[in-house]
């Protein structure tokens, strides 16, 4: 079993910034994948982002230039930089974890299905 807590979530007005955390505690030895995926209101949840075991990351093509996802595998955390924030960012974040695969971002947005959730953490952008 692997446990997700995610922070850092909050209100923020368009063009800002938020660094969401991930802290996974369990069997954090298995090399999982780690990543983040959101849900807005009345939309499908979607994948954002991930960094493989090896340090790979990958962005969903909606986020890219604009978060960064990164890990610190000595404290079993991974992040999510949020910039130049949108109204359309507003969602639940959640963070996940799952089978590890060295591949692309099609592969992580359309395939890739994570074993173990978080609670979710929301993020509100205001216009």
């Known amino acids: 079993q692997v446990q997700l807590v995610e922070s850092g979530g909050g209100l923020v007005q368009a063009g800002g910034s938020l660094r969401l955390s991930c802290a996974a505690s369990?069997?954090?030895?298995?090399?999982?994948?780690m990543g983040w995926f959101r849900q807005a209101p009345g939309k499908e949840r979607e994948f954002v982002g991930a960094i493989t075991w090896s340090g790979s990351p990958v962005s969903a093509d909606s986020v890219k230039g604009r978060f960064t996802i990164s890990g610190d595998n000595a404290k079993n955390t991974v992040y999510l930089q949020m910039n130049k924030l949108k109204p359309e960012d507003t969602a639940v974040y959640y963070c996940?974890?799952?089978?590890?695969?060295?591949?692309?971002?099609?592969?992580?947005?359309?395939?890739?299905?994570?074993?173990?959730w978080g609670q979710g953490t929301q993020v509100t952008v205001s216009s």
């Open positions: 369990g069997r954090t030895f298995t090399t999982y994948t």
């Open positions: 996940a974890a799952g089978p590890n695969e060295e591949r692309g971002s099609y592969y992580y947005t359309h395939y890739w299905q994570p074993d173990y």
